[in-house]
């Protein structure tokens, strides 16, 4: 039992999505499109990490397929989304500076299920 949990939960195993975005804002009905595209990465609990890149963190490879295929269904008319999907361990590895001071990622609160 003890193995499947460590299975479960390895760093390897849970992924982050990211997407990353790009749209035209000139218009009405573009900026409508954009803030639509935005609020539906929010309510999937995308959130906000830069302007225009928003991150997920997935249990599994599985459950960040199904959010993929999500951003996917609701891509805007114009403009330029890339998805992009990591593991938990290369996302550890990434470094983040604030006007040239480096700071801490926060990491997740680990979710329970439900069996």
Same mark, same amino acid.
């Given at each position: ?27 009405? #009905?573009?900026? /409508? +499109? ?5 609020? @539906? ?5 995308? =959130?906000?990490? %830069? !302007? ?16 993929? #295929?999500?951003? /996917? +269904? ?5 403009? @330029? ?5 990591? =593991?938990?361990? %290369? !996302? ?24």
């Amino acid at each position: 039992m003890r193995f499947f949990y460590m299975d479960r939960f390895s760093e390897y195993r849970i992924m982050w999505v990211l997407v990353l975005f790009d749209l035209p804002t000139d218009t009405k #009905k573009e900026r /409508k +499109a954009y803030a639509q595209f935005r609020k @539906k990465l929010l309510l999937d609990g995308f =959130t906000m990490f %830069q !302007f225009s890149i928003y991150l997920r963190h997935c249990p599994s490879a599985e459950n960040a397929d199904v959010h993929i #295929k999500r951003v /996917k +269904a609701m891509l805007p008319e114009f403009g @330029k989304v890339g998805i992009l999907r990591i =593991t938990d361990k %290369q !996302f550890g590895e990434m470094e983040i500076f604030d006007c040239q001071k480096q700071t801490l990622i926060d990491q997740p609160i680990q979710q329970l299920e439900l069996f």
